[in-house]
């Protein structure tokens, strides 16, 4: 049987909040377990992202990544602590990117 503490979504967004945004010293045993484990996740999920960048050929060592959306938002503490930018605008970054994608789509299927 798991012995580990079981969070819900909000749960888990408020100790990221706390922990990674706000630098509060979490003090609960399974909130503490909990960050460590969420910690190791964001580092490979960073890494993954990082990875597929390499993939595609992106020269990360001359380049300024801006991290944007609701993922980024909420892991800005986390992302900045790593050495990287979030955007001070992370939803309407993410909303506008898609806009020109769409408009760019819509422009070339309308050409066709």
Request: glycine share 6%; net charge negative.
């Given at each position: 049987?798991?012995?580990n503490?079981?969070y819900?979504s909000?749960?888990?967004?408020?100790?990221?909040?706390r922990?990674?945004n706000?630098?509060?010293?979490?003090?609960n045993?399974?909130?503490i377990v909990?960050?460590k484990?969420?910690e190791?996740y964001?580092?490979?999920?960073?890494?993954?992202?990082?990875?597929?960048?390499q993939?595609?050929k992106?020269?990360?060592e001359?380049m300024?990544m801006?991290f944007?959306?609701?993922?980024?938002?909420?892991?800005?503490?986390y992302?900045?602590?790593?050495?990287?930018d979030v955007?001070?605008?992370?939803?309407?970054d993410?909303?506008?990117?898609f806009?020109d994608?769409?408009?760019?789509?819509?422009?070339s299927?309308v050409?066709?």
């Amino acid at each position: 049987e798991d012995k580990n503490a079981r969070y819900s979504s909000a749960q888990i967004e408020s100790l990221i909040e706390r922990h990674f945004n706000r630098g509060v010293l979490l003090t609960n045993e399974k909130d503490i377990v909990a960050i460590k484990k969420i910690e190791v996740y964001l580092e490979d999920h960073l890494a993954s992202i990082l990875r597929k960048c390499q993939a595609k050929k992106w020269n990360l060592e001359y380049m300024d990544m801006m991290f944007t959306g609701g993922g980024s938002q909420l892991l800005k503490g986390y992302i900045e602590s790593k050495g990287f930018d979030v955007s001070d605008n992370c939803i309407q970054d993410n909303v506008r990117g898609f806009y020109d994608l769409a408009t760019n789509y819509f422009a070339s299927e309308v050409a066709r």
